[in-house]
């Protein structure tokens, strides 16, 4: 990564190298450490659990970042700060799998059964699915406590001005995710429709519009010295993409394809998540066709068959739709602000070619 970056490709080869190669660096570090505890089980699941993915929130970081300073000379302390936003996101996802039974991710088995298979291999003592679930939460808090600890030893200079976004990041998405069990357990005080849509917003707006690409795009903002104007424009962008990114979650999660996605078929609906797609049809839909939907949100043992008939309602309703034509809105909203947002010219168009990766994609 001597030469600047390719801003028509944001995520490209040599990017997504650079992050996957900050955090197998940084995860090496700790192989001393867990050594001498006697825990070298973790490391191998830790980097399992921080591989792959879609690696937006350190890009959305690593260009906000350029989109107030330029391309940085040397791009080592960028790096470790925007990759330390996958170890949170490896933390956030090891606990959600265990919130939701998730027995996959991406494709792969999940951290708890993972731990679970090392427990029948060795013969351990006890409940094999209980050991499991024990040793995820704490991988997940570890991996909490790691993304910390990668961005306090970074040495970015700017760090001091983007300690408030990282710290209010890691309060957001766990809040939010909070939040999002609470809905789902209907134990958010909402009886109206209104107020059910209310909290289905700031479920979308904290768990993810925030988490994946706000705050992202403020903290690198932060580190390369942004001034009030430009983290104003690119904290309107980021909530307003963001948005739109979690809407597109939230068809997937009802008709995406597991093949592509790596989750389960119709999750969402598995699940019982009510999200804006769902409420939506919800409002929309027969008092026959309400209850029976309503009836198969979060129902134990639901077929495949049930799925279909599921996103059949919501089809009906018009509910997908007027989702799809929310994203389309928010993403005009969001290229607008970075057109009329004073930024670098590779910044202003990374950021455009990122929202519309967001936006625009299968999984």
Partial sequence: MRTPLDPTSPLN???LSAISE????????????????????????????TAGG????????????????????????????????????GSALVHDDLIDDSDTRRGLPSAHKVFEALHAQRGGRGSAPEFGTSAAILLGD???????????????????????????????????????????????????????????????????ASYSIRRPALIGAALGGADEQLMGALGEFGSVIGRAFQLRDD?????????????????DIHEGKRTVLVLTALANASEQEAKELDD???????TDTDIDRAAEIIESTGARAHVDELIEANMRHALSVLDNASMTDDGRIALAELAERSVKRAH
């Fill in 54 to 89: 879609k690696r937006l929130r350190p890009a959305f970081c690593y260009w906000g970042y350029v989109a107030a300073a330029g391309q940085p000379a040397d791009q080592g302390p960028l790096l470790a700060v925007a990759s330390s936003l996958d170890l949170l996101q």
């Fill in 22 to 49: 900050t955090i197998h660096e940084f995860l090496e570090q700790q192989r001393p450490i867990l050594d001498e505890i006697g825990t070298p089980d973790l490391l191998p699941v830790a980097r399992q659990a």
């Fill in 296 to 302: 198969m949100l979060g129902t134990v043992g639901l």
């Fill in 13 to 15: 080869d040599e990017l």
């Fill in 251 to 267: 068809v997937l999660g009802v008709y995406g394809d597991p093949e592509v996605t790596g989750k389960p078929h119709g999750g």
């Fill in 142 to 208: 570890l991996l909490l406590m790691w993304s910390i600890e990668m961005a306090d030893g970074s040495g970015a200079s700017g760090l001091d001005r983007a300690r408030p976004h990282l710290s209010a990041v890691r309060t957001e998405v766990t809040a939010g995710q909070f939040l999002d069990i609470s809905a789902q357990y209907e134990i958010t005080g909402a009886s109206t429709f209104e107020e059910e849509l209310d909290v289905a917003r700031r479920i979308l707006e904290y768990k993810s």
